[in-house]
């Protein structure tokens, strides 16, 4: 079991930025591939972010390439999503996942999840 705790959310003009920390325990958390999701309120949970097991390799939604920059420290057991130029289409609440296979988009293969964050950008 891993457990995930996401801190960091708040409120920020359009333009600001945040970083969103994910804190796990349990299992050995370098064995996680970790994403990043979002839900908008009344839309489905989206994909954000991912980042492999090393931190070698990791992907984006292209809505948030070259601003949003995912990141692992596997000493300190924690996973970031450093959120620059931030938009008002960019509230949501966000949540961290983890998966002990190869990281992919589809919500539905994470099996673990932390309670989310909210991430509110103000015009």
């Known amino acids: 079991q891993v457990q995930l705790v996401e801190s960091g959310g708040g409120l920020v003009q359009a333009g600001g930025s945040l970083r969103l920390s994910c804190a796990a325990s349990g299992r050995t958390f370098s064995s996680y591939a970790m994403g990043w999701f979002r839900r908008a309120p009344g839309q489905e949970r989206e994909f954000v972010a991912r980042?492999?097991?090393?931190?070698?390799?990791?992907y984006y939604t292209d809505s948030v390439k070259g601003r949003f920059t995912i990141s692992r420290d596997n000493a300190k057991n924690t996973v970031y999503l450093q959120m620059n130029s931030l938009k008002p289409e960019d509230t949501a609440v966000y949540y961290c996942?983890?998966?002990?296979?190869?990281?992919?988009?589809?919500?539905?293969?994470?099996?673990?999840w932390g309670q989310g964050t909210q991430v509110t950008v103000s015009p």
């Open positions: 996942a983890g998966r002990g296979m190869i990281g992919t988009a589809n919500p539905l293969d994470y099996h673990y």
């Open positions: 980042i492999s097991r090393s931190g070698s390799t990791t």
